[in-house]
């Protein structure tokens, strides 16, 4: 009798939470009044477990032989629970302008962070920072995109007239990193079969049912447990910033012609670690000069929580509107426009 009186409680238990995780998850508004953990909790379980992947959706992305993937030249909409918008894409693949492509002043590398995910185009902080400087900005952003795929994107770009490289770094290039580092300074890329297969899968919906909070949070446990084996199976010498100056190192032929400004978005989350290192490890007299001379921008001293969606944790259009202040008054400091 006692035994199926703790399984009923334990039954009650897990009924409670998993209709409250469902309660939050499904009203984000809420969610925002209440204590910042219990909004990273839910937002895990959003992200995995609902939310699409743009780039794997067969409206938007389309398979690249030397990046895996880009966007479908034309425009598409992006709906989630939080956000929605429409995307314009040229030619290259990226939400832009085709008139972008021509000779841009200032380009922007970088993943959905700098693409401007759940932001309408003209909010983001390229279109912003092109509408403050008069200069032509180009974002050549692409979801997931690791700073190896996104010196390879650069390097596509025309910039006889370049004036500034931004580059967006997140933490989640230190894996795409790490490959090109073990695999001998060579990007991996993903077979065609692959992408399709995932574009089968991620533009299937994702379907609730109950139970499926409870599961995720028991199978994050596990995987968490395995990362930690993983991370120790991979362990180099390099840290993440070590991993980033390497890329950056290998290409030194297309960024050392113009002024480099790096900064670190990665969600509300995210703290300064990966910029202060930056900062330190660039300075050695041994980097190259355009190393040397990076300008770091400690994105997160202005950014607050409530500049980033509940669930998403991307930038809404205010984080947008915060970072471009900073980079306006970044290209003013180092005297790259002088208005």
């Known amino acids: 009798m006692t035994f199926l009186c703790i399984l009923l409680s334990i039954i009650i238990v897990l009924i409670i939470l998993e209709l409250a995780m469902l309660f939050f998850v ?47 030249p034309g425009k598409f909409i992006f709906t989630e629970r939080e956000f929605s918008n429409i995307y314009f894409i040229n030619s290259l693949g990226v939400r832009d302008t085709e008139e ?54 650069l390097g596509k770009v025309d910039r006889t007239n370049l004036k500034c490289l931004i580059i967006q770094y997140c933490g989640d290039d230190y894996d795409e990193n790490l490959k090109f580092y073990l695999n001998g300074n060579k ?20 379907k609730y049912y109950f139970g499926k909070y409870i599961i995720m949070k028991i199978q994050k446990r596990i995987n968490e447990m395995r990362s930690a084996n993983n991370a120790q199976e991979n362990k180099t010498a390099l840290d993440e910033v070590d991993l980033f ?37 660039s300075a050695d007299a041994d980097n190259p ?28 259009d205010h984080g947008h509107i915060v970072v471009a202040d900073l980079l306006y008054k970044t290209l003013k400091d180092k005297r790259i426009i002088r208005s």
């Open 26 to 72: 499904r009203h984000p508004n809420v969610l925002r009044k209440l204590w910042r953990r219990l909004q990273n909790s839910m937002g895990y379980l959003y992200v995995q477990g609902e939310r699409k992947i743009m780039h794997f959706n067969e409206s938007a992305g389309q398979y690249h032989p030397e990046l895996s993937y880009t966007f479908k």
């Open 100 to 153: 972008a492509l021509t000779a841009p002043e200032i380009v922007i590398v970088g993943d959905s962070f700098a693409l401007g995910w759940g932001v309408d185009q003209e909010k983001t902080f390229g279109k912003l920072l092109e509408q403050r400087t008069g200069l032509k900005v180009l974002n050549t952003s692409v979801p997931s995109y690791g700073t190896v795929r996104e010196m390879i994107m």
């Open 187 to 206: 990007p991996q890329t993903m077979r065609e079969e692959t992408f399709h297969k995932l574009t089968d899968i991620h533009s299937r919906p994702k």
């Open 245 to 281: 100056l390497h890329v950056l190192k290998q290409n030194e032929k297309i960024l050392s012609s113009a002024p480099i400004i790096v900064l670190d978005l990665g969600g509300k989350n995210r703290t300064n670690y990966f910029i202060d290192s930056l900062k330190q490890k």
């Open 289 to 316: 000069r355009f190393i040397r001379e990076l300008a770091v921008l400690k994105v997160m001293d202005y950014l607050k929580a409530e500049d980033f969606y509940v669930l998403d944790d991307h930038l809404n």
